[in-house]
């Protein structure tokens, strides 16, 4: 038996001493009681937003308020930092050109397709790293993981054209690991999984020249764009965004969700609870926050290891409770029905619990200030990628070769923190809400008898109005969960089914849309069908790289009914939305010729060109469009009018 894996502590422990804390404490009960009903719309969150403000513990909220006002032209993406002429502004009437030359379409222009970019590496990095994974299971390298849904290896093995026939699993995984591993980098100027599409909908982007061509070379290709002296026309600058964001949703991101069910089981549904009530006073109580289910699954292994739960005993708890938090905590709930502590606003609210032995993380969505925040509290951060290694935390290097030793060591730290809990700092005072998850495009379908017929039919009828992925994060633009919640539930009041992913779906919990009972606030249609089948009205299909599940069960109706995805009573809203990830998602439910509305503007208002490409120019090319609507009521408005007009163009 090897050495277990050491930590290392990266920089040094942060100390919010009581003088940052008394600072920034509020004193007036009044203004506590306005900021914490202006900060979040979800109930629960409250008494843990109100104590932070009380005792001077910095959130979110706060940063947020100290940077007011912005910069009026980075806001409408008039800035430009990219080279060292610059920076460069643009101010009218005099300032009109950076140094290069560059004016304010293209500067726009530039910005955007730098987040579009960056938001697909983010997806597609991570499916690389599954990918390499079940590459390396095969070959034997990797021994920690196993394959748990052998079925779908073989079926997606065919999908790639690999003869499966005598093989065994190890060989087929090997095989379609690599297939997959040379996509990122393919000659072949396709990918295998973009041909889910409907023909229809490849032509589109065949016509348009954005079929993706490899998942690499697409984000490669945007950054050599933004490269001074590159990317000259805004349009022809976003039309490769659009090819980019292609190669994340049916490349990177569905390549990270097929695997990921491959090694860790496809979602069925099933039961389990959400919000920071999930928190358990009497147990250690361990956080997996961050995207990448290769930790979090394995942190599972580790806790659920007897010894560990002897340890935690020895040291007076009665066991050990994991979490999940954002999206890896999606991936958890998903799979095997771990509980949820909440959305990315909800994760410096969960070390106040006071209850938090350490907050485990990989990757995307880290608030780099969390280890602040946690020396507050006896909290250990710990981080895992080499990718993020975050100032103030205890690193383990994360490997896939000795993952489970890792997880091992990580869950012993936890463990062996929670003697150092401050007993009267202990603060739960909130209930778990139910939640039934697990919807993918095979528990669906599963769900449905096996065949798509049912829902088309229910649509065709008009019982279901249509459907719309509600996906994205939190955004302190936005109180916290009312874009979601609010949207949710005015579009199962009009019979649309919601399908969600990443923060939104959290917030569909949070609330209580996620349970059976939510048919009693659909409209009579979607009701009887919720009530018939046993579901929720809104259906929580995963993480952020799980939206590939959402493009994928629009490309089963498009093929099933031989027409576009654009032609389908689809939409998208992203109405909290702050990431680059989230730009990439919306750029590829759009570019897939689905309708998207945005509840937060990007920072594109500088360019009136780029805002009419978006939201007009788009739909000549590939039949689908954005539109920014802050207020959800009237977001549910376009939505509703949108699926109406495609039913009338469909016939039904
Ligand atoms: Fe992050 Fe994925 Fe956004 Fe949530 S929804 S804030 S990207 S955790 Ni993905
Ligand atoms: Fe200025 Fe052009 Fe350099 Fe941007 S690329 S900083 S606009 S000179």
Known sequence: ???????????????????????????????????????????????????????????????????????????????????????????????????????????????????????????????????????????????????????????????????????????????????????????????????????????????????????????????????????????????????????????????????????????????????????????????????????????????????????????????????????TGNELLMRKGIPNAGNHFNQELVITTGALEAMVVDYQCIFPSLPRTASCYHTHVISTSPKSKIPGSTYFAFEPETAYATAKAIVRMAVENFPNRKKDRVFVPVEPVKVMTGFSVEAIQGALGGTWKPLIDLIAAGTIRGAVGIVGCNNPKVKHDFGHVTLSKELIKRDILCVETGCAAIASGKAGLLQPSAASLAGPGLSGVCRSLGIPPVLHMGSCVDNARILHLAAELGNALNVGIHRLPLAGAAPEWYSQKAVSIGAYFVASGVYTVLGVMPKITGSPAVVSLLTEGLKGAVHASFAVEPDPLKAADLIAAHIERKRTELGI
């Open 1 to 327: 038996m090897s050495e277990a894996p050491k930590p290392v502590l990266i920089g040094e422990k942060p100390d919010v001493c009581e003088l940052d804390r008394a600072r920034l404490a509020l004193m007036n009960p009044q203004i506590i009681e306005q900021k914490r009903e202006e900060r979040t719309f979800e109930e629960t969150a409250k008494p843990f937003i109100e104590l932070t403000m009380r005792e001077g513990i910095e959130t979110v909220w706060d940063r947020f308020e100290m940077q007011q006002p912005p910069c009026k032209f980075c806001a409408q993406g008039l800035s430009c930092a990219r080279c060292a002429m610059g920076p460069c502004k643009i101010i009218p009437p005099n300032r009109i050109r950076g140094v290069c030359g560059a004016d304010g379409d293209l500067i726009v222009a530039r910005n955007l397709l730098d987040m579009i970019a960056t938001g697909a590496a983010a997806h597609s990095d991570h499916g690389r790293e599954i990918a390499l994974t079940l590459y390396g299971l095969g070959m034997g390298t990797v021994s920690d993981y196993v394959i748990s849904d052998p079925g779908k290896l073989r079926r997606l093995a065919a999908e790639y054209g690999i003869d499966t026939g005598k093989k065994d699993e190890k060989e087929v995984a090997a095989e379609l690991g690599r297939s997959m591993l040379e996509e990122f980098g393919t000659l072949t100027d396709s990918l295998r999984l973009a041909g889910r599409a409907p023909a229809a909908t490849r032509e589109v982007w065949k016509n348009l020249g954005i079929a993706p061509r490899g998942i690499d070379r697409e984000v490669v290709e945007a950054m050599h764009r933004v490269q001074m002296g590159v990317a000259a026309d805004p349009t022809n600058t976003l039309v490769h965004g659009l090819r980019t964001s292609l190669s994340d949703g049916w490349g990177g991101s569905m390549i990270a969700t097929e695997i990921s069910d491959v090694l860790f089981g496809t979602p069925k549904p099933n039961e389990s609870l959400v919000n920071v009530g999930v928190i358990k006073p009497a147990m250690v109580n361990i956080a997996l926050h961050g995207h990448n289910p290769l930790l979090s699954e394995m942190i599972v292994r580790a806790a659920a290891d007897p010894a560990m739960r002897a340890l935690a005993e020895k040291h007076g708890a009665t066991g050990i409770n994991l979490v999940g938090l954002c999206c």
